[in-house]
T-cell receptor, first 112, second 119 residues
Framework: LAKTTQPISMDSYEGQEVNITCSHN???????ITWYQQFPSQGPRFIIQ???TKVTNEVASLFIPADRKSSTLSLPRVSLSDTAVYYC?????????????FGPGTRLSVLP | GAVVSQHPSRVICKSGTSVKIECRSL??????MFWYRQFPKQSLMLMAT?????????EQGVEKDKFLINHASLTLSTLTVTSAHPEDSSFYIC???????????????FGSGTQLSVL
C-alpha cells in the first residue's frame, strides 16, 4: 500500500491560494492520486483525481510531477467554507477501497 | 456525482442494545462497500470490506461478532453493532465502489456518516 505523508495542519486567509503537498514515494504504476475533503460529522467528499501532470476541475487543481512521488492540491481563492480536513490517497482504481489507507490528513483553517 | 445514502445520521442507544446502520447506493450498483469508523479529531479507519453475496472481510483487530455486516443486494449493506457499549461510540462511515466507471474519475463514493452514542 502506498503510504502518504501530508502536513498535519495549515492556516490561510480568505481569498488566498492554498497548496497542500502530499508525498507518496512508493506509488505503484497503476496507482492514481485522489484527494478528498471532509467536514466535521460528514463523510469524505471527492475533490479531484489524477495520474500524472496536471488536472483541473471547477474546484481545484492537482499537480503531479513526472516521478509521481508527490502531488500538490491547489485551492484557488479559499473561503471560510473551505475549512476542512483534506486527505490524499493513492491506489489502483480497480481496487479502490481495499487499498485506500486514510492518513491523518491536513486540517486547513481559513481565517477571515 | 453518485449518491450513497447512510441512515440513521445519528443514534443514541443504551448500553447492551444493538444498532443497525444502513448504507445504500441510490443510483448505481455496488458489489463492494466499505465500513469505517472515525474517532474525534482522528482519521478514518477501515473496519471491513463488504462484498455482495459473500462474507465480509474484517480488518485486523475488528471483532466480526461485534460488528455484523450484511450485503444482501447490489445497493444495500448494513452494519449492526451488537451489544453496544460506550467504547463503541464513534462516527461510522460507509463507502461504495461503483461497479462501472460511471464517472470519469470518481469510483468510490461515501455516505454522510452515522454518529453513534452509547450511554
Amino acid at each position: 500500500l502506498a503510504k502518504t505523508t501530508q502536513p498535519i495542519s495549515m492556516d490561510s486567509y480568505e481569498g488566498q491560494e492554498v497548496n497542500i503537498t502530499c508525498s507518496h514515494n512508493n506509488i505503484a504504476t497503476n496507482d492514481y492520486i485522489t484527494w478528498y475533503q471532509q467536514f466535521p460529522s460528514q463523510g469524505p467528499r471527492f475533490i479531484i483525481q489524477g495520474y500524472k501532470t496536471k488536472v483541473t476541475n471547477e474546484v481545484a487543481s492537482l499537480f503531479i510531477p513526472a516521478d509521481r512521488k508527490s502531488s500538490t492540491l491547489s485551492l484557488p481563492r479559499v473561503s471560510l467554507s473551505d475549512t476542512a480536513v483534506y486527505y490524499c490517497l493513492v491506489g489502483d482504481p480497480d481496487n479502490y477501497g481495499q487499498n485506500f489507507v486514510f492518513g491523518p490528513g491536513t486540517r486547513l483553517s481559513v481565517l477571515p | 456525482g453518485a449518491v450513497v445514502s447512510q441512515h440513521p445520521s445519528r443514534v443514541i442507544c443504551k448500553s447492551g442494545t444493538s444498532v443497525k446502520i444502513e448504507c445504500r447506493s441510490l443510483d448505481f450498483q455496488a458489489t463492494t462497500m466499505f465500513w469505517y469508523r472515525q474517532f474525534p479529531k482522528q482519521s478514518l479507519m477501515l473496519m471491513a470490506t463488504s462484498n455482495e453475496g459473500s462474507k465480509a472481510t474484517y480488518e485486523q483487530g475488528v471483532e466480526k461478532d461485534k460488528f455484523l455486516i450484511n450485503h444482501a443486494s447490489l445497493t444495500l449493506s448494513t452494519l449492526t453493532v451488537t451489544s453496544a457499549h460506550p467504547e463503541d461510540s464513534s462516527f461510522y462511515i460507509c463507502s461504495a465502489r461503483a461497479l462501472s466507471d460511471r464517472d470519469a474519475n470518481e469510483k468510490l463514493f461515501f455516505g454522510s456518516g452515522t454518529q453513534l452514542s452509547v450511554l
